[in-house]
């Protein structure tokens, strides 16, 4: 019985997050990004600037405001090229994924995700951001065809009443 209850907890959840649109992706607040750019700023080494950088970059892709999540989009594909160590690359994938993904430009999200789980398979972050992006087509999708059946319902009942009132 508690088994049962268990799987229609979670199914419930799951038709819960499907249509309130709820991601498991964490959102960063204006102060975090702020701190970020004061650490870049004082940054001395290179090897403290790339650092500092990175994480400036997941805040700016995490935040709320679209304009710091295009700024992280535009950092992270201008230094994608120069990377070289492999899971260097696979946290910048990943961050320009969420970046996308938070732009809503879900298409360019998989294809970097994608990308991300060539170098590395299981990292379940990546999967995780998989299918939370495929979740999202999906419900996309499903409502998109909801609003097209509506839409043709409405002009078959229209044409119907037409030709009705015309006998």
């Given at each position: 019985?508690?088994?049962?209850?268990?799987?229609?907890?979670?199914?419930?959840?799951?038709i819960g997050n499907f249509f309130s649109?709820?991601?498991?992706?964490?959102?960063?607040?204006?102060?975090?990004?702020?701190?970020?750019?004061?650490?870049?700023?004082?940054?001395?080494?290179?090897?403290?600037?790339?650092?500092?950088?990175l994480r400036l970059s997941w805040a700016?892709?995490?935040?709320?405001?679209?304009?710091?999540?295009?700024?992280?989009?535009?950092?992270?594909?201008?230094?994608?090229?120069?990377?070289?160590?492999?899971?260097?690359?696979?946290?910048?994938?990943?961050?320009?994924?969420?970046?996308?993904?938070?732009?809503?430009?879900?298409?360019?999200?998989?294809?970097?995700?994608?990308?991300?789980?060539?170098?590395?398979?299981?990292?379940?972050?990546?999967?995780?951001?998989?299918?939370?992006?495929?979740?999202?087509?999906?419900?996309?999708?499903?409502?998109?065809?909801?609003?097209?059946?509506?839409?043709?319902?409405?002009?078959?009942?229209?044409?119907?009443?037409?030709?009705?009132?015309?006998?």
């Amino acid at each position: 019985m508690a088994k049962l209850e268990a799987k229609l907890g979670m199914m419930i959840d799951s038709i819960g997050n499907f249509f309130s649109g709820r991601d498991q992706l964490p959102w960063c607040d204006p102060d975090i990004v702020a701190a970020c750019e004061r650490e870049v700023a004082e940054a001395g080494s290179d090897d403290s600037m790339k650092e500092c950088l990175l994480r400036l970059s997941w805040a700016l892709v995490h935040s709320r405001r679209p304009e710091d999540a295009q700024r992280g989009i535009a950092m992270l594909e201008a230094s994608l090229p120069g990377t070289t160590d492999p899971l260097l690359q696979r946290e910048r994938l990943y961050l320009l994924a969420v970046g996308y993904y938070r732009s809503g430009d879900y298409s360019r999200s998989r294809d970097l995700v994608d990308r991300c789980l060539l170098i590395a398979p299981d990292w379940r972050q990546a999967v995780t951001l998989k299918k939370i992006i495929e979740d999202k087509i999906t419900k996309d999708g499903v409502i998109g065809l909801g609003i097209a059946a509506t839409a043709v319902g409405l002009v078959a009942g229209g044409i119907a009443a037409a030709v009705s009132r015309k006998k």
